[in-house]
């Protein structure tokens, strides 16, 4: 079944600790996005890329690091420089559909972060 | 400044009464606009995705409408299975970069 998998569903991480938050897609799509979600909150895009080896910074990039090496994989690495980690994070994926107009996004599931 | 705002926040509503969520949006350069429907605990399912100013999508008791500056869902006689957050989402030029950009939802309770 194509889809995207979000790994693992639930994280705790100490302070000061970096910790890696894992996003696969078989959906052969271009672009891939990491979006935090707060309780009663939208989404916020954290980085974006739409293409292999580029990636670009959303809102909140800040104490977030990413990386686009295979076009399957975008992981999420949020580093100690974060203040407030404890959060829900989404990955989405989509297909480029041409210069005027872009395709739905998916998502994965989504990873439980919570700071010990 | 808020790209994308969603009306209202939350909306209890009695089986089988109709009402309409709404979405207004400010980005431009409008490449698509997006009805996501969440359930607490996981990721946004996809519903609808609307391109122009006049376009309508349906899907059993949801209909999904966009003009320039906002857009509608619309939902017709509801169950209590259609409780959930709704969320809307706009693709378009943003600060000079083409973003996703997410509205913060509204959380739709259905009382039997």
């Known amino acids: 079944d194509g889809g995207i998998t979000q790994s693992p569903k639930y994280l705790f991480r100490k302070e000061g600790q970096n910790v890696t938050l894992s996003c696969e897609q078989n959906?052969?799509?271009?672009?891939m996005y990491w979006y935090r979600q707060d309780p009663g909150q939208g989404l916020r895009l954290i980085y974006y890329?739409?293409?292999?080896?580029?990636?670009q910074k959303g809102d909140i990039a800040e104490g977030y690091s990413v990386s686009r090496e295979k076009k399957e994989s975008f992981p999420l690495t949020v580093t100690s420089a974060q203040k407030n980690p404890t959060a829900f994070y989404l990955c989405?994926?989509?297909?480029?559909?041409?210069?005027?107009?872009?395709?739905?996004?998916?998502f994965g599931q989504g990873t439980r972060l919570t700071v010990v | 400044e808020d790209q994308v705002t969603q009306s209202p926040e939350a909306l209890r509503l009695q089986e089988g009464e109709s009402s309409s969520l709404n979405c207004s949006y400010t980005?431009?350069?409008?490449?698509?606009l997006f009805w996501y429907r969440q359930d607490p605990g996981k990721g946004p399912e996809f519903l609808f995705t609307?391109?122009?100013a006049g376009e309508e999508k349906e899907k059993e008791r949801l209909k999904a409408t966009l003009t320039k500056k906002e857009s509608f869902l619309h939902i017709t006689a509801p169950k209590p299975e259609d409780s959930a957050t709704y969320l809307c989402?706009?693709?378009?030029?943003?600060?000079?970069?083409?973003?996703?950009?997410f509205g913060q939802g509204t959380r739709l309770t259905i009382n039997p």
């Open positions: 989402a706009v693709q378009g030029v943003i600060q000079g970069a083409q973003k996703l950009v």
């Open positions: 959906l052969n799509h271009d672009a």
């Open positions: 980005v431009s350069g409008l490449r698509g």
């Open positions: 989405a994926s989509s297909i480029a559909a041409g210069p005027l107009r872009d395709t739905e996004a998916f």
């Open positions: 609307l391109y122009s």
């Open positions: 890329s739409q293409i292999v080896n580029d990636f």
